[in-house]
T-cell receptor
């Protein structure tokens, strides 16, 4: 059974700092990995999607990497801003054809960027 | 941009009431999902649908049913609401070409 772990559970940084959020998963047979952002009381916003054949994806100040063999992904946020404060979740999709509808989510990292 | 909308942001219902949560997506996606999210438990899949009138149980289907009469609309039904169904409910749809999942804004349901 796939398990996804996100460390740390919470992170507080001063504005302007570069930071890394970690995601690990136990089964490397994945189709893709997706990073989401969730603001309090809101839905999930898709940030980056990495297919299993890719090593990284970039969008603006965000860069996500994937090392499938070691079961790890990182989300790098450059020059953090108070508006980046949110919970960040990673989710993996299995490769097996019949069940690749099912995302397995981590519990998230609560990021606070202090002005 | 993909848009997934949910009929209500906040809903308060009484125990025993029948509750309908509606979700609409505008990207012609075949796959749609209902999750609930609770502190400490994360997101859990209730039901999903891979086509009109087709549905599959997720991890926690007990106490829920779903309806998919049109491709763009997926409804979650609580036949007889109970207090343990107080939660944040999130709808999602899936782009089949990339398997990228998109979520709606969520419905915070309180059952009293």
């Amino acid at each position: 059974k796939q398990e996804v772990t996100q460390i740390p559970a919470a992170l507080s940084v001063p504005e302007g700092e570069n930071l890394v959020l970690n995601c690990s998963f136990t089964d490397s047979a994945i189709y893709n990995l997706q990073w989401f952002r969730q603001d309090p009381g809101k839905g999930l916003t898709s940030l980056l999607l990495i297919q299993s054949s890719q090593r990284e994806q970039t969008s603006g100040r965000l860069n996500a990497s994937l090392d499938k063999s070691s079961g790890r992904s990182t989300l790098y946020i450059a020059a953090s801003q108070p508006g980046d404060s949110a919970t960040y979740l990673c989710a993996v999709r299995p490769h097996s054809g019949g069940s690749n509808y099912k995302l397995t989510f981590g519990k998230g990292t609560l990021l606070t960027v202090n002005p | 941009d993909v848009k997934v909308t949910q009929s209500s942001r906040y809903l308060v219902k009484r125990t025993g009431e029948k509750v309908f949560l509606e979700c609409v997506q505008d990207m012609d996606h075949e796959n749609m999902f209902w999750y609930r999210q609770d502190p400490g438990l994360g997101l859990r899949l209730i039901y999903f649908s891979y086509d009109v009138k087709m549905k599959e149980k997720g991890d926690i289907p007990e106490g829920y049913s779903v309806s998919r009469e049109k491709k763009e609309r997926f409804s979650l039904i609580l036949e007889s609401a109970s207090t343990n169904q107080t939660s944040m409910y999130l709808c999602a749809s899936l782009r089949a070409t990339t398997y990228e999942q998109y979520f709606g804004p969520g419905t915070r349901l309180t059952v009293t």
